[in-house]
């Protein structure tokens, strides 16, 4: 069974830092996702990204946040200039967006704590 | 604000029974919607979607959809200890790059 990956399960950053958090998407889809989920809270949209290019994004996905699909696998979410209030759970997804239901599945996660 | 509401819970259900959750939505242009279960420290495992009008059923699930009442609804059969976790509703924007909208699910708790 395809599975999107992401690596690292667990990171832990000073505030200021940089940090890049990967993903491994499923290897046929097209589509790519980064979500957050603040402890207790919901899960957010940050940003869609297809054919090399951000497709959308939402409020929270300021100048400080960039992506990026290096190479044929890779896709990658970049923080610049952490702060406390980045701490949370950042998923990524894909989907193949063929036809509807255009069917999302989402990686293990990455635990983002700013310190 | 587009918005996917759901009751938080606890849902509690012996096991055995059936769980029923149910979620509104408000934005008309959705167009797929999904059930993903979570458990605690873990991400989103979608387990149904749900495109047109009507029931659709996998296994111990049902999910319905009725679109002019903008209301999805999720039904876990002869549930089970291991179906505690929390469900989350989502619903797609075709017009925002597919992005998932979710709402802040709801807990069920199967009792044995």
């Known amino acids: 069974e395809p599975e999107v990956t992401q690596t690292p399960s667990h990171q832990v950053t000073q505030m200021g830092q940089e940090v890049i958090l990967r993903c491994v998407p499923i290897s046929n889809h097209l589509y790519f996702y980064w979500y957050r989920q603040i402890l207790g809270q919901k899960v957010e949209f940050l940003v869609s990204?297809?054919?090399?290019?951000?497709?959308?994004k939402s409020e929270i996905f300021d100048d400080q946040f960039s992506v990026e699909r290096p190479d044929g696998s890779n896709f990658t979410l970049k923080i610049r200039s952490t702060k406390l209030e980045d701490s949370a759970m950042y998923f990524c997804?894909?989907?193949?967006?063929?036809?509807?239901?255009?069917?999302?599945?989402f990686g293990p996660g990455t635990r983002l704590t700013v310190t | 604000q587009k918005e996917v509401e759901q009751n938080s819970g606890p849902l509690s259900v012996p096991e055995g029974a059936i769980a029923s959750l149910n979620c509104t939505y408000s934005d008309r242009g959705s167009q797929s919607f999904f059930w993903y279960r979570q458990y605690s420290g873990k991400s989103p495992e979608l387990i149904m979607s749900i495109y047109s009008n009507g029931d659709k059923e996998d296994g111990r699930f049902t999910a319905q959809l009725n679109k002019a009442s903008q209301y999805v609804s999720l039904l876990i059969r002869d549930s089970q200890p291991s179906d505690s976790a929390t469900y989350l509703c989502?619903?797609?924007?075709?017009?925002?790059?597919?992005?998932?909208?979710f709402g802040g699910g709801t807990r069920v708790l199967v009792k044995p």
């Open positions: 990204f297809y054919n090399n290019e951000i497709s959308e």
């Open positions: 997804a894909s989907s193949d967006g063929r036809s509807p239901p255009y069917e999302q599945y």
């Open positions: 989502a619903v797609n924007v075709p017009a925002a790059g597919n992005k998932l909208t």
